[in-house]
């Protein structure tokens, strides 16, 4: 049995035994069906109230967030929190965690304390949360407590509301092959201390959709081929109630896309194709307001312009975008966001053989543009040029793409930020905003004719990529926009922070599912869709 999110994973076919997410499974093929049995899940509960012994007397860690200059009262509200602030008085300021420590009940509950300033931002206080609940999950035992204390009401929900998501983030395990189980997580989580109760729906379906982003790109690329991507698509739109449609290429070559057509020529089969998942609260409604389009490269080798060994490593990540397009439509439909959303999704491989596209090709994309291809290792933008046409054909108020797109922009912000583009630049201000509030943080770039100087073709309409030209990151969003139609306001999210070495704000993992957060911060928080009528 394989975790997905609400689900049972099961893979058909057969190949030898193995255990993943510590049940015996057979297979290669993932086929997801039936309800996930919810005690799987972390169970969380909220205790209002002075904390006591009786409160944490079942729980196996204490995880405790206090101010970095308690007052003398704050202490009252920590179990034993004499001994508690004894302690953290020897160890060096600035530390994380600022304490380990054990109660003296009969659990022996395993204490781990941290300090944060008041008003700190969201990242820091999501980053905190997640060292201390990797701290705390160093110890055995399923039951996770959270205390928060010394805090204004408003500081503390945030502060409980980062734990609850770092905790629901650390208790998700990924796929793994290992011939034995790994051990149990956590099981519950317990925020304790409360003098309110918080509303905990939002991090539950943040945590859903960005735990299936990292579950689907985590998996290997002869598990997750194109054919098996899009029956899992399937099932899981069955499960959510989407629709679900596939255009294949007999499909697209109908429809013209040219450009998607090239980077799939290269495949052994007739495997690669554009997915569409519709989300439809109001059956009555037929127009997107929102649609999310999601690069799912599922191995790039480079094509023929083939990649070094260090670089095609880790080419089956290169889907996350798809991933994380299709968890931000899980959340916003866990919470039964009133929106008509769809996700479309450019699936496929690309490979090398006697069949792939080539430097100097000339395609023909949807929207009839003609491109001079240049660089078979630029395939993302070649794949999203056509989705994009067909995504903006049903005029959505809304579109926002997400790809494993280029180098260049984490080599000029890093992957502690992803990159953003749009062809509203008045929105610059607003995207930058969103990400301080969410705490997955961007930084805007502009697009614009100007720097399609660059990609001038003598031959065609445009070039795919300039052969010498810096800053691929603003050319390859700004040839997106030459495939975006009616004028639709659009935004592009280059994931530089798709992978961060030891995690990033709350997710403990390399591979982070960044942009489920995001999107749902613009959408709810932001209400960037109003900004567009």
Not at 159 to 170: D, E, V
Not at 174 to 188: Q, Y
Not at 263 to 281: F, H, K, M, T, W
Request: charged share 25%.
């Amino acid at each position: 049995m394989l975790r997905c999110p609400g689900r049972l994973v099961y893979w058909g076919r057969h190949s030898r035994r193995l255990h993943v997410d510590g049940q015996a499974v057979i297979g290669e093929k993932i086929v997801m069906h039936e309800l996930m049995p919810q005690d799987l899940e972390p169970r969380i509960t909220q205790r209002l109230g002075r904390i006591n012994a009786k409160s944490v007397a079942s729980v196996d860690q204490l995880l405790v967030i206090l101010p970095t200059r308690p007052k003398a009262d704050v202490w009252r509200n920590v179990p034993q929190g004499k001994k508690i602030q004894a302690l953290m008085r020897k160890r060096p300021p600035g530390d994380v965690p600022a304490l380990e420590a054990r109660l003296t009940n009969e659990r022996q509950t395993f204490v781990v304390a941290g300090t944060i300033a008041p008003k700190s931002s969201t990242f820091e206080k999501l980053t905190l949360a997640r060292k201390l609940v990797a701290a705390a999950r160093r110890e055995k035992g399923a039951n996770l407590g959270i205390l928060v204390a010394g805090f204004a009401a408003a500081e503390q929900h945030a502060l409980y509301q980062a734990a609850c998501s770092a905790a629901l983030a650390a208790a998700f395990r990924l796929p793994h092959f290992k011939s034995k189980p790994s051990r149990a997580g956590i099981r519950s989580i317990r925020l304790l201390g409360l003098d309110t109760e918080i509303d905990i729906k939002r991090p539950i379906a943040e945590a859903k959709g960005n735990n299936l982003a990292r579950w689907l790109t985590v998996l290997p690329p002869n598990r997750l081929d194109a054919v098996a991507y899009a029956d899992l698509l399937k099932d899981l739109a069955v499960q959510q109630g989407w629709e679900f449609k596939q255009f294949k290429t007999r499909d697209l070559e109908k429809l013209g896309a040219g450009a998607f057509l090239a980077v799939a020529q290269g495949n052994e089969n007739d495997s690669a194709s554009i997915v569409r998942l519709r989300y439809r609260p109001d059956v009555k409604t037929a127009a997107p307001e929102l649609s999310l389009v999601g690069k799912g490269i599922i191995f790039d080798t480079g094509g023929t312009n083939l990649k070094p060994f260090a670089s095609m490593l880790d080419m089956h990540g290169d889907m996350q975008g798809s991933a994380v397009a299709v968890g931000t439509l899980l959340a916003i439909s866990q919470l039964a966001v009133p929106m008509a959303v769809d996700c479309w999704l450019a699936i496929t491989e690309n490979r090398i053989g006697p069949k792939a596209y080539k430097s100097q090709d000339i395609v023909t994309a949807a929207n009839g543009k003609t491109i001079q291809t240049i660089h078979t290792d630029s395939e993302g933008r070649m794949a999203l040029a056509d989705t994009l046409v067909l995504a903006s054909r049903d005029k959505p108020k809304l579109i926002i793409d997400y790809a494993t797109l280029t180098g260049s922009v984490i080599r000029a912000i890093s992957t502690r930020y992803s990159g953003v583009f749009t062809n509203r630049p008045d929105w610059h201000p607003n995207l930058k905003r969103t990400g301080q509030q969410c705490g997955e943080r961007v930084w805007p770039f502009p697009i614009g004719k100007e720097f399609l100087d660059d990609l001038k073709s003598e031959v065609a309409d445009i070039k795919q990529c300039s052969a010498n030209a810096p800053a691929d990151h603003i050319l390859a969003a700004s040839f997106l926009a030459e495939f975006i139609e009616h004028d639709t306001p659009w935004v592009h999210v280059d994931l530089a922070a798709s992978n961060h070495d030891g995690g990033l704000g709350h997710i403990p993992t390399e591979v982070t599912g960044f942009g489920v957060r995001y999107t749902l911060s613009l959408i709810l928080d932001e209400h960037i869709l109003e900004a567009g009528d």
